[in-house]
């Protein structure tokens, strides 16, 4: 059987976890070949001081089965307005069986025309923003609309990572691997998704991120001009 051959889209300031959550499940999918795809072979750096060391750069990945574009919020806003990285995502999305996001990696698949009349969703700051991309947003962690799968905020990622190999391989083989990893989730705090959140942390949240919300809106408008 042939490789099933993920790649991982990267760029600087992404959030690792956006990467890695769904990396280390997609990485023990049986027949699966990751690949994590860069402009250069550089160690980019990731939002948390991570930096992360691509296998392929755009030139030398080969074709994909599956193509994935984690966010962070700074990263995308840079990415959205790298020509490079815009005409990779859809070329190699033209021939791939899946094209997947993570986070606000969405807005990179909408800059690339990806998303327009298309259901998905993102990170929960920024789901309003969908429609800027021609996207409806659907509230769930992973939004699936055909060959289109997207995930909603950073950890959701590993959901993201379970739902894709049960679509790929079968649901046995994504239990084996959520056993393996041991991921049985049992937060802290209570108050995932956004509207069971207290107000004043939801309040203190949102005044933090109204400045990266505002560098998004201004990118995607100037991408889809």
């Known amino acids: 059987m042939p490789a099933f051959n993920v790649g991982f889209v990267i760029f600087p300031e992404l959030t690792q976890l956006d990467f890695t959550g769904p990396l280390q499940i997609l990485a023990r999918m049986p027949g699966a070949a990751v690949h994590i795809v860069a402009k250069s072979l550089e160690p980019v750096p990731s939002d948390c001081g991570l930096s992360l060391v691509p296998t392929h750069t755009f030139a030398s990945c080969p074709a994909l089965d599956l193509i994935c574009v984690p966010g962070g919020a700074a990263g995308v806003v840079g990415a959205i307005g790298d020509r490079d990285i815009i005409e990779f995502v859809r070329g190699k999305a033209a021939s791939a069986k899946y094209v997947t996001s993570v986070c606000t990696g969405a807005f990179i698949l909408g800059a ?28 769930a962690r992973v939004v699936k609309d055909g060959s289109l799968i997207t995930a909603g905020g950073v950890t959701s990622g590993i959901d993201f990572g379970l739902s894709v190999v049960a679509e790929v391989v079968g649901e046995d083989a994504a239990r084996a691997i959520q056993l393996l990893t041991e991921y049985d989730p049992r937060p802290p705090f209570d108050f995932v998704p956004f509207e069971r959140a207290p107000a004043a942390v939801k309040s203190g949240l949102s005044n933090r991120m109204e400045k990266a919300r505002t560098a998004l809106v201004g990118q995607l408008e100037r991408a889809m001009a």
């Open 112 to 139: 690339a025309g990806l998303l327009q009349g298309r259901r998905a969703t993102t990170h929960w700051a920024y789901t309003d923003l969908l429609p800027l991309v021609g996207a409806t947003h659907e509230p």
